[in-house]
């Protein structure tokens, strides 16, 4: 039987950006476009669109979920969203397999020269 | 109006997406308000046609639709190949009819391949007449060789 976590990687850009916007705490959608930019320096903009098309899959794949609204000054109209524990284990997954992707891009970065082809 | 033209997108998005997600986008939309409202616009157009092209299994008719073009494309190449092809016969029998050297060598040739044709019949003819005539010389003395 296929491992459930690896059948779910690689993650799509938004996907990552999105799970380790809320890994740290809930956030609203508008938090997480925000947190988005930051994260990426600006480089990365997540349109609601976007946004909420990739909520729509992680919530069904258990890797977030809605959580009950925080203050009762809130803008009733937000919702906020957690990472859970799968989705934690996803996203750990996800980030191993990068660090390896970029440990292996780093080596042959700095064991091949400029124009040798082997 | 930027704000009446977003939630009208959010209306063009399918029924259950809207209920669900609708809210949210509009106020996402105006919290981001300060920001150019363009990127806002764009997203939500390609979110109309992917929630539609996702859910109404609309994807499977476009890549139906794209095999279609394919096979389209490829017919249409190979009948111009032919049509192509068709035209150089043409050209080349319309120059074979221009050039009477042609046919004149055409006709030397055949004269010379029917008079092939006549020395080979009549040295087959003249081959079989012998083997005839040998046979039939030896016919009597197998008779009589028999009778003893």
């Not at chain 1, 994260?39 to 959580?67: C, F, H, M, W």
């Amino acid at each position: 039987m296929k491992d459930p976590v690896a059948s779910l990687l690689p993650l799509s850009p938004a996907a990552l950006h999105i799970l380790t916007a809320v890994a740290g705490e809930e956030r609203h959608g508008y938090g997480i476009m925000q947190e988005v930019f930051r994260q990426s320096e600006g480089r990365y903009k997540l349109g609601p669109g976007t946004l909420y098309d990739n909520i729509e899959k992680l919530i069904a794949r258990g890797l977030i979920r809605e959580v009950a609204r925080r203050a009762a000054d809130d803008d009733p109209r937000r919702r906020y969203y957690q990472l859970t524990s799968f989705g934690r284990r996803v996203l750990a997954a996800e980030v191993a397999r990068l660090g390896s992707v970029l440990r292996q891009a780093k080596m042959s970065l700095a064991t091949s020269e400029p124009g040798k082809i082997s | 109006m930027t704000r009446f033209f977003y939630r009208f997108l959010i209306w063009m998005h399918p029924r259950a997406f809207r209920e669900r997600f609708g809210d949210e986008m509009l106020c996402a939309f105006d919290e981001a308000s300060g920001a150019s409202a363009a990127p806002f616009l764009i997203d939500g157009l390609v979110s109309v046609a992917r929630q539609w092209m996702l859910r109404s299994g609309l994807w499977r008719f476009s890549i139906g639709a794209a095999a279609t073009a394919l096979v389209i494309v490829g017919y249409a190449h190979s009948e111009a190949n032919w049509q192509r092809k068709q035209l150089n016969a043409q050209e080349l029998l319309e120059a074979r009819n221009a050039h009477p050297l042609d046919k004149a060598e055409f006709n030397r040739e055949a004269a010379q391949a029917v008079a092939m044709l006549a020395r080979y019949r009549a040295a087959d003819k003249k081959k079989s007449d012998s083997s005839r005539g040998t046979s039939a010389a030896r016919g009597p003395a197998n008779q009589s060789s028999n009778q003893n």
